[in-house]
């Protein structure tokens, strides 16, 4: 059974500083993987999507890299700023089943 | 805009009541789903649908229904509401067509308490 982890479960960093955030999945056979952002008490905004066949996909301050045979995708936001603050999720679309699963997050506070 | 709406936002219910929440996409996508997120539990899919009158269990469907007469609406229907049903709920819509498919789009959220 799909099961994603995301380690740390919380992070604190200094404004400016780039940071990695990590996304593990044991079933290498997913169709993609979306990155998210949720803010307190609000819905879920998309950040990142790459499927199966890519490596990474970039907007703005936010890389994301995805390497299936190992079961991990990454997350790197350049030059951390405190409107960074949320908690990221990421989640996998799994093969063959049409269900996604959910990692539980990792709340990252970015401090001024 | 391209959006995904949700109905009640908040709802305060008794135990054994019936409710419905609503869930209504204007992107004409073909795939919806629900989920539900708990402190620790991450978002665990509820119930997903792949098309119009087409329907299929997620991780945890026990004590809900769906259903999908229209292609952009996906009611969740809680037919007895139990304590454990106390939530906060996301529905979801995803493209199935183009380069971004898969990519799920989400709704603000609706905050359930079952007293």
């Known amino acids: 059974k799909q099961e994603v982890t995301q380690i740390p479960a919380a992070l604190s960093v200094p404004e400016g500083e780039n940071l990695v955030l990590n996304c593990s999945f044991t079933?290498?056979?997913?169709?993609?993987l979306q990155w998210f952002r949720q803010d307190p008490g609000k819905g879920l905004t998309s950040l990142l999507l790459i499927q199966s066949s890519q490596r990474e996909q970039t907007s703005g301050r936010l890389n994301a890299s995805l390497d299936k045979s190992s079961g991990r995708s990454t997350l790197y936001i350049a030059a951390s700023q405190p409107g960074d603050s949320a908690t990221y999720l990421c989640?996998?679309?799994?093969?063959?089943?049409?269900?996604?699963?959910f990692g539980t997050g990792t709340r990252l506070k970015v401090l001024a | 805009e391209a959006q995904v709406t949700q109905n009640p936002r908040y709802l305060i219910t008794v135990t054994g009541k019936k409710l419905t929440v609503t869930c209504s996409q204007n992107?004409?996508?073909?795939?919806m789903s629900w989920y539900r997120q708990d402190p620790g539990l991450g978002l665990r899919q509820i119930y997903y649908s792949m098309n119009v009158e087409v329907t299929d269990k997620g991780d945890v469907p026990e004590g809900y229904k769906v259903s999908r007469k229209e292609k952009r609406n996906f009611p969740l229907i809680l037919e007895s509401p139990s304590p454990n049903q106390t939530s906060l709920y996301f529905c979801?819509?995803?493209?199935?067509?183009?380069?971004?498919?898969?990519?799920?789009?989400f709704g603000p959220g609706t905050r359930l308490t079952v007293l």
């Open positions: 079933d290498s056979a997913i169709y993609n």
């Open positions: 989640a996998v679309y799994v093969s063959g089943t049409y269900k996604y699963i």
């Open positions: 979801a819509s995803t493209s199935m067509a183009g380069v971004m498919w898969g990519e799920q789009f």
């Open positions: 992107m004409n996508h073909e795939y």
